[in-house]
């Protein structure tokens, strides 16, 4: 084959995942519809997206499997984003809860938290990852301590942009549904 039947397959691949994703968002979309029906805002479950890598990666031949893992823990995250967006659409004063008794300055540059991660591959770089998803930048990171029994790590991290806007409360959500002991520390 030449370069431009290959790439000709290529664009019709694309075309072919592009529709298969918009699938696994509408049934991410249905998901999160029926959680919240149930009165259950647990988006993120560390046990079930292993098991689904585990599952997915059976059979993949070594030579592609990280780089196929990593798409499929991107498309994860991606479904997880999409379902906290809806989450926080759907449930009215959600995100209430997580600035309740702190002052919001009209037009903020920062947000500063603290939050506890679980010490396991990924776990900061999909908080990075996250992170950029949303639009935003982090100025700082700062890691503060290692769990006891090396299970989880906590950190200080500030992510530049208004929390007025409604992209930054979504992503506040996912980092506080993501995480342990999450707290906004100061808006700026």
């Keep these: 084959m030449s370069l431009d039947e290959i790439r000709v397959d290529i664009d019709r691949i694309d075309k072919e995942i592009r529709q298969l994703l918009m699938d696994r968002l509408d049934c991410s979309k249905r998901v999160v519809e029926s959680k919240v029906a149930d009165g259950n ?15 997915l990666g059976a059979g993949i031949p070594e030579d592609r499997k990280a780089g196929y893992l990593a798409v499929v823990r991107k498309i994860t995250e991606t479904s997880r984003m999409y379902q906290y967006g809806k989450l926080y659409e759907m449930v009215d004063g959600i995100f209430d809860e997580l600035v309740a008794g702190i002052e919001i300055p009209a037009k903020a540059t920062s947000v500063t938290l603290e939050l506890t991660r679980p010490n396991i591959p990924n776990a900061m770089s999909s908080i990075l990852s996250m992170i950029g998803d949303y639009g935003y930048n982090m100025q700082r990171m700062e890691l503060l301590h290692y769990a006891d029994d090396n299970s989880a790590v906590t950190f200080e991290l500030t992510i530049l942009g208004d929390l007025n806007e409604e992209h930054m409360k979504k992503l506040m959500l996912q980092l506080s549904k993501e995480s342990s002991d999450f707290r906004i520390i100061r808006i700026v």
Excluded at 45 to 50: H, I, L, P, Q, V
């Design 41 to 55: 805002y647990t988006i993120y479950r560390a046990d079930r997206e292993k098991a689904i890598l585990e599952k």
